[in-house]
């Protein structure tokens, strides 16, 4: 069976946000990752990744957050929305709640 996933990517003026729903897992992440890359080589002021349909993520989503939001390259030009109620748990039980530059959801 297919995971549920999807990117929209939605225009607020200077600002792109990637709207993901469904889950983000070993199967889905390489998806997030390509969609975060293209985000981060276009113009955008900032890019904010929406989590607030998550309904699932694994390690593998933690890692391409973590990896694009917290890169050298990257500034502060990419934010989070702090997710569902199963993402926050698993950036608190990561340690990266206190990392990571979240917003709030819209």
């Known amino acids: ?6 990117i929209a990517i939605v225009r607020r003026g200077d600002v792109l946000v990637l709207v993901v729903e469904g889950e983000i897992d070993i199967a889905t992440a390489p998806l997030l990752e390509q969609q975060l890359s293209s985000a981060e080589a276009g ?9 607030d349909r998550v309904t699932f993520m694994d ?18 030009r990419l934010q989070l929305t702090r ?3 199963q ?9 990266m709640l206190e990392h990571l ?3 709030p959801a819209e």
């Open 59 to 76: 390690s593998t989503g933690l890692r391409v957050l973590v990896s694009h939001a917290l890169s050298e390259t990257n500034g502060s």
């Open 43 to 51: 113009s955008a002021s900032a890019v904010i990744v929406d989590l």
């Open 87 to 95: 993402v926050q748990r698993l950036f608190a039980v990561s340690g």
């Open 101 to 103: 530059p979240f917003v």
């Open 83 to 85: 997710g569902s109620a």
């Open 1 to 6: 069976m297919e995971p549920s996933f999807d």
